[in-house]
Nanobody, 121 residues
Framework: VQLQASGGGLVQSGDSLKLSCAVS????????TGWFRQAPGKEREFVAV????????TYADSMKGRFTISRDNVKNTVYLQMRALTPEDTAVYLC???????????????WGQGTLVTVSS
């Protein structure tokens, strides 16, 4: 299984940005794709997760209302639409694949390389 995250970049506070995670080689136990982020010097933080079949999504409380996760089963791609970005959202955003919806990074078996999002004030 391979995950390729893209779409990061430098934006200004208040801007929106849409990240993509292209998934290839899904196996039988691959049911969900999640987004995490890691800022310099901080622990990896759960952002959102979505099920491939049902489309059911779960968000971290702090992300609700600003971030939207979605998936395109034909393109095998999961998206993360981010709005009203602030400098506190600056981080490497990583996508991960797992067997069930979870907020814990240890529950994910497959990881992409991440894409850097930098929000300037």
């Amino acid at each position: 299984v391979q995950l390729q995250a893209s779409g990061g970049g430098l934006v200004q506070s208040g801007d929106s940005l849409k990240l993509s995670c292209a998934v290839s080689g899904r196996t039988a136990n691959y049911y969900t794709t999640g987004w995490f982020r890691q800022a310099p010097g901080k622990e990896r933080e759960f952002v959102a997760v979505i099920s491939w079949d049902s489309g059911i999504a779960t968000y971290a409380d702090s992300m609700k209302g600003r971030f939207t996760i979605s998936r395109d089963n034909v393109k095998n791609t999961v998206y993360l639409q981010m709005r009203a970005l602030t400098p506190e959202d600056t981080a490497v955003y990583l996508c991960a694949g797992g067997s069930f919806n979870s907020q814990y990074a240890d529950h994910y078996n497959y990881w992409g390389q991440g894409t850097l999002v930098t929000v300037s004030s």
